[in-house]
């Protein structure tokens, strides 16, 4: 195979990344789409499944599947097992998960947790603070 060959069995990372960023804006869209077509009963059924309001699923549903990401991200950075957690207190991690999903402070939290300066700061604008504080694990400072 000549090196011609080989380059173009590669798109440029550039038009990958955009090819994968539309593709998952329509499966969002799908996904949304399929959500509008469920009568309000089975919608509110379903919140109640997951023991959260009807608001809070649309909410939670709008924001995607990617909602949350930096959850792990910042307990990783402030010394927390994530894996440990989702054994022991898998409840609460679930919780913290929605409340992540549905933050507003998410570019503070992403900035902190580029530069590394996530435990020196997140006490400040992450609502999961309190409940990050209160775990038995330890929290790097």
Same mark, same amino acid.
């Given at each position: 195979m000549s090196a011609q060959d080989k380059?173009?069995?590669?798109?440029?990372?550039?038009?990958?990344? +955009?090819?994968? /960023?539309?593709?998952?804006? &329509?499966?969002?869209?799908?996904e949304l789409s399929e959500i509008r077509q469920l009568d309000r009963s089975d919608f509110d059924r379903i919140a109640s499944d997951?023991?959260?309001?009807?608001?809070?699923?649309?909410?939670?549903?709008?924001q995607g599947p990617h909602a949350a990401d930096e959850l792990p991200r910042l307990l990783k950075a402030l010394g927390i097992d994530?894996?440990? +957690?989702?054994? /022991?207190?898998?409840?609460? &991690?679930?919780?913290?998960?929605?409340?992540?999903a549905m933050c507003a402070s998410k570019r503070q939290c992403d900035r902190d947790l580029a530069a590394?300066?996530?435990a020196e700061h997140y006490e400040g604008y992450c609502?999961?603070?309190p409940t990050?504080?209160?775990?038995?694990?330890p929290v790097k400072q």
């Open positions: 380059s173009t069995d590669k798109p440029f990372p550039v038009v990958q990344f +955009l090819v994968d /960023t539309f593709g998952n804006w &329509l499966n969002h869209r799908r997951l023991r959260v309001s009807p608001v809070e699923l649309d909410t939670l549903v709008r994530e894996a440990d +957690l989702a054994r /022991t207190q898998t409840l609460v &991690l679930r919780d913290m998960e929605r409340v992540c590394g300066t996530s609502l999961n603070a990050i504080d209160s775990l038995d694990q």
